[in-house]
């Protein structure tokens, strides 16, 4: 258990929906960060926040969005969905903004109709 | 820009063999690198990481890796494979100055044969 939590563990949703994932840092980590996992674009960095502040951004689609809350806890935003926003949702945290290792959640997997 | 190369789709070994997984980076710098462990329906465990100093680096679980700078490489190594070793492992390079962005290898899948 790495002490990075994320609700839900499972989505199911349809085309053109919105949906809310969430992300509990372990105690004492700042920085929070999203990856996407698919069978066909592998893990893929989209978004980090650093103390509820944006500090780097990768390949997220503007359909997506997130933000980073005063109690440290992210959500990434996920709207219009497509089919092929299907995938494995991480978080993962770390202490400082860079040049960390970073400690993952268990995913959310999300699953669009 | 940044990539992370690991040649092996999948692996087979058997139980109680060695074991070297590949991985090769492309970088502008000396970056950090690391190698997790993703088991079916889990997250990502991180196993080890080089970060700087020592080049051969030890790990949870009996993994080593070492970093070869002339080569570009990171290879991850076992001397005895066990069952529960099976899953599917990752190669990460990350940069050192700002920003903590990791770049993924496509990943290998171990798969252990008793």
């Known amino acids: 258990d790495s002490g990075v939590t994320q609700t839900p563990k499972h989505l199911i949703t349809a085309t053109g929906q919105r949906v809310t994932l969430r992300c509990s840092p372990r105690?004492?980590?700042?920085?929070v960060y999203w990856y996407q996992q698919s069978l066909d674009q592998g893990l893929q960095f989209l978004i980090q926040?650093?103390?509820?502040?944006?500090?780097a951004k990768g390949n997220i689609l503007e359909r997506f969005s997130a933000q980073q809350f005063p109690d440290l806890h992210s959500e990434l935003n996920l709207s219009s969905l497509e089919l092929g926003d299907s995938a494995l949702y991480f978080c993962?945290?770390?202490?400082?903004?860079?040049?960390?290792?970073?400690?993952f959640g268990p995913g959310t997997r999300l699953t669009v109709l | 820009a940044q990539s992370v190369t690991q040649p092996d789709i999948h692996i087979t070994v058997s139980e109680g063999a060695s074991l070297e997984l590949r991985c090769n980076y492309s970088y502008g710098a000396t970056p950090y690198l690391f190698w997790y462990v993703q088991s079916p329906g889990q997250g990502l465990q991180l196993l080890l990481k080089?970060?700087?100093?020592?080049?051969l680096v030890q790990g949870i679980k009996g993994f080593e890796a070492e970093f070869k700078r002339s080569q570009s490489s990171f290879n991850l190594r076992k001397p005895s494979v066990h069952w529960s070793d099976a899953a599917e492992y990752f190669c990460?390079?990350?940069?050192?100055?700002?920003?903590?962005?990791?770049?993924f290898g496509a990943g290998t899948i171990l798969r252990v044969k008793s």
């Open positions: 105690s004492g980590d700042l920085s």
């Open positions: 080089y970060f700087s100093g020592d080049t």
């Open positions: 993962a945290s770390s202490v400082r903004p860079g040049g960390d290792e970073q400690f």
């Open positions: 926040y650093y103390n509820g502040e944006e500090r």
């Open positions: 990460a390079v990350g940069p050192q100055e700002y920003g903590n962005k990791l770049v």
